[in-house]
């Protein structure tokens, strides 16, 4: 695992060799990202997450027509990119699967975040 030291960023007083450890640290710290994510893009990863709601089941005398709080659940829904707008019912309980395939998926999205931010500091100790 590379380290990165964000604090190395902002020092007025690099010297030349000091910006090229910079940059071999930034480059490393990338290329490790981009094996773990690439590694995570294997395990089937979900984008998206899971919600829930109480529903009424519509029946003429249940009780969850008197009071919301009878009402039926809580029902999980897996809701994925692009926009949530693809709706999948799960039922009463989250499927242990599904739930580690969200967690893979927000790993992934956290990990591409952090490639980004390492990236954009590359590109402006390039432009130094
Ligand atoms: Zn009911």
Redesign the pocket.
């Known amino acids: 695992m590379f380290f990165y030291d964000e604090s190395i960023n902002t020092c007025p007083n690099m010297t030349v060799d000091k910006i090229s450890d910079v940059k071999i640290n930034l480059q490393g710290a990338i290329k490790d990202l981009d094996y773990q994510i690439q590694s995570l893009s294997q395990q089937d990863p979900l984008f998206g997450f899971i919600s829930s709601k109480y529903i ?4 003429e005398n ?4 008197q009071s919301p709080k ?3 659940g809580p029902y999980f829904y897996l809701r994925l990119e692009p926009e949530y707008k693809f709706t999948k019912y799960l039922g009463k309980r989250i499927p242990d699967a599904v739930e580690e395939r969200i967690i893979i998926g927000s790993t992934i999205k956290e990990l591409e975040r952090k490639r980004k931010k390492l990236n954009l500091t590359l590109e402006k100790i390039d432009n130094l």
Not at 56 to 59: A, D, M, S
Not at 62 to 65: A, I, M, P, T, V
């Open positions: 009424r089941c519509g029946k249940c009780r969850c027509k009878s009402q039926h």
